[in-house]
Structures are given as structure tokens and as C-alpha cells.
């Protein structure tokens, strides 16, 4: 015992007070890798003195993610069911009609979202499919609630058009670090996927930007994904952070799961370096127990999405969150701050 207590290096009580969270954009791959390596009781202390530093950290963001064009995606993401060249894929379906998704936004709505988000499995969007998708934005605007959108790649004149249209958040994902990039997507590449995080700010429309835990990443991935959207010129308002759903018919169908330790101490990471920023429990939720829940909060996680599927995979009941955040004594924010 007493050689292990020599090789640890624990933070005395002095230096650990000394630190203060910053809102930065330099921070570099190793930098976050040390964060993430912390002592437990450490890291969760930093991420929850920046998590106070900008948020209350009893309330929690409430969202819903409707898909309105499911299936057919001649992307080859290889954790995505919804991609054309995957076994078993989830079958082509048309775009939604705007009223059946404004349907789907009022019940969101009384469920207690507070932002509603609409995903199409395209690799960018075609005119006519985005005049739709505009009457949509508008209509759920009018409904009172946030919106956000995601259909994959855009230029210029498209993100334009969707702040036009009244959009509040677009989601691009970045999904794992620039090096382990090639290994999950070929269809697309980095740099194309900062090209549109660049046109939709440009255009003034909240960036909603994150990745996914667990495709075989090994942790200087997961450090350099975090130090990734934490060094753009500015942090992505909301960070969806995924747990990998592992489906069959995926080339990550046996992908070996993360324990949960692992993915709290990535969450605390964004919290951390990205701490005036919603950090989202987005997909893998109906995996993981209410204890796992419990420490993603306390490492910094304000959002998530509710409603029992996400895209096409399972997402908790809605009883189950409710009861959950009651037994935290957790209460959603009726809009994002």
C-alpha cells in the first residue's frame, strides 16, 4: 500500500482549491487527456465547480429528436443502421409531412420539451426537401419551442436558409477524433465536417456539435475529440455526448462496450473544458443504469433527450425519467439557457 500511495500523485487540498475553471479555445489533446486521467473525486470536483460557474445544477435541458426522413443515407458511418450499405439497414422511408411532425412537436411539447429536434438521414439536403423542412421550423417555432435541425452537410446559402427560416440550433457531429476519423467514415471527411460547423456559424444559427463513446476509440481518441470541439473559435452551444448502441447489421455490432467510469470521466472532460456549453446524454441512455445517470449529472451532463426512441434506436420511457430526476431532485428547464 505504501508504495502504491508513493507512485499516485493526489492533489493536495491546497492546489486542488486553487483551481478555477477557464473558458478556453487552445486546449490541446494531452492537456484533456491529463483531465480525464485525474483522481475520480478530482475531475468530478472540477467539473462540478465549472459546471456552477454557468449553469444551476439541479435544472436539467429537456429535448425530444424526431426523425422525419428515416433510412437510405449513402453515408457508410459505421455505427449507423440508417446508412444504405449496412446490412439489415433500416428501410428507406419519404420525408415526413410537416403536419404529422407538428403533431409530434405539440405532444414534445406537453411531455415538457423544451427543444424540439428534427433528423434526416441525408448527406445534405436537396432544395426542395429543405422548403419543407423550413415550413417545419417555422411551425414548431410558432409552437413555442427551440428548434434544431440535423441533415447532414450544408453550404452557405443553406445554412442561410435555415436561419431565415428561424432555426435556433444545427447538429453536426464530429463523432470521434480527427485520427480515428478514417476508421469509422469514408464517405465524408474531417474537414467537410467543419466546413459546415463553419457555415452554420457563420450564418448566426447555435451550434450543437459532439460524438460517440465507445466505436474501439482508444482514450487519447476520446482526449482528442474533446480537445477538438473545445478549441473552436467558439465552444458548440449544446455537446451531445453518445454511448454507442451497438446494432445489428453495423460493422460496430460487437463493438466491446465502455464501462461506465469511462464515459462519465468524457462528459466531465466537456464539462471541464467546455463549461458554459449544454453537455447532452444523447443516445446509449436505455443502457445505462440510474446510477450511471446519477454521475454523468454530478461530472457536468445539464440536457438530455426524452421520448422512447432516438432516431431509431431506444431511449428511456418517459416514467423513468420523470421518476429519475424526481428521485435527484432534478427539475428540466423549460428552455435552454
Known sequence: MSDLLTRTSVPSPRRAAAWQPELR????????????ALPFPELIWRAQTAHRAWFDPTRVQISTLLSIKTGGCPEDCAYCPQ??????????????AVEAVLKEARAAKAAGAGRFCMGAAWRSPRERDLDSVCTMIEGVKALGLETCVTLGMLDAHQSRRLRDAGLDYY?????????????????????????????????????????????????????????????????????????????????????????????VRVIAAARITMPASHVRLAAGREQMSDETHALAFL???????????????????????????????????????
Open 299 to 337: 461530472a457536468g451532463a445539464n440536457s438530455i433527450f426524452c421520448g422512447d426512441k432516438l432516431l431509431t434506436t431506444p431511449n428511456p420511457a418517459e416514467h423513468r425519467d420523470r421518476k429519475l430526476l424526481a428521485a435527484l431532485g432534478m427539475t428540466p428547464m423549460m428552455a435552454a439557457q
Open 171 to 263: 447538429n453536426h457531429n464530429l463523432d470521434t477524433s480527427p485520427e480515428y476519423y478514417g476508421e469509422i467514415i469514408t464517405t465524408r471527411t474531417y474537414q467537410e465536417r467543419l466546413d459546415t460547423l463553419e457555415n452554420v456559424r457563420n450564418a448566426g444559427i447555435n451550434v450543437c456539435c459532439g460524438g460517440i463513446v465507445g466505436m474501439g476509440e482508444d482514450e487519447s481518441d476520446r482526449a482528442g475529440l474533446i480537445a477538438t470541439l473545445a478549441s473552436l473559435p467558439h465552444h458548440p452551444e449544446s455537446v451531445p455526448i453518445n454511448l454507442l448502441v451497438r446494432v445489428a447489421g453495423t460493422p460496430l455490432a460487437e463493438a466491446e462496450a465502455v464501462d461506465p467510469l469511462t464515459f
Open 25 to 36: 479555445h487552445d486546449w490541446t489533446r494531452d492537456e484533456v487527456a491529463d483531465l480525464i
Open 83 to 96: 446508412s444504405a450499405r449496412h446490412e439489415q439497414g433500416v428501410k428507406a422511408e419519404k420525408l415526413m
